[in-house]
Structure formats: structure tokens, C-alpha cells
């Protein structure tokens, strides 16, 4: 009866850590400025991350590996649109913050 009890708590117990894993979400968004350092984007339209917040900062030189937060801060230009990966946790600050961000990309090149 003891192991039967043990069994069931290691099951319980792995079902809860898989319920507690961080849930990665992404969205797109609008580059409004840039430098080495940072980058200030506007969520697209229909975004769910617009119902938080309508600019969020991205720490480039903190939240981002060195080669991407480079490609990043060189190749994205204002008015280019991103796709943001992350952790699904907005902070509120203002400009907004987003949790861990596991990936940008650049989706659409602004036109000349």
C-alpha cells in the first residue's frame, strides 16, 4: 500500500512540474527606435499583448545572446516589423517589459 501511495505522489507530482512550465508565446510588433542597446516596439494590431501595453523596451545587451541581440541592433531599422519570442510574462513597467526572451526576428523590412 506504501509503494501504491509513492507511485501516485511521483505521478501527481510530475503532472504539477509540467503544469508549471513557463508557456512560450510570441507576437509581432512595429520598431518605433533602436540603438545598441535597446529596442522600443509597438505591438501590431489585434496583438494580445497590446491589451498590456502599447510600447515595450527591449534590453538588447541584457535579455538577448550577444549574436542576436547584434543582428538586432544592426540589421532591424524603425518601422520594420518583428517577431518577438518569449516566456509569456509582461512586466508592468513603461515602457513595458517582456520576461525571457528566447527569440527575435526580423518578419518585414519597412519601406524606403
Known sequence: MKKIRIF??????S??????????TSFQAVVLGITEDW???EPVEG????DSA????IALTKQLPFVL???IAY???VGDILEITYNGEIMET???QLGEITGIKIMEKAED
Open 69 to 71: 541581440a547584434y543582428d
Open 54 to 57: 502599447d510600447r515595450f523596451e
Open 47 to 50: 496583438s494580445r499583448e497590446l
Open 15 to 24: 503532472f504539477l512540474m509540467t503544469a508549471c512550465g513557463d508557456k512560450e
Open 8 to 13: 501516485l505522489l511521483v505521478i501527481l507530482a
Open 39 to 41: 529596442c522600443l516596439v
Open 94 to 96: 513603461y515602457p513595458a
Open 75 to 77: 540589421g532591424a531599422e
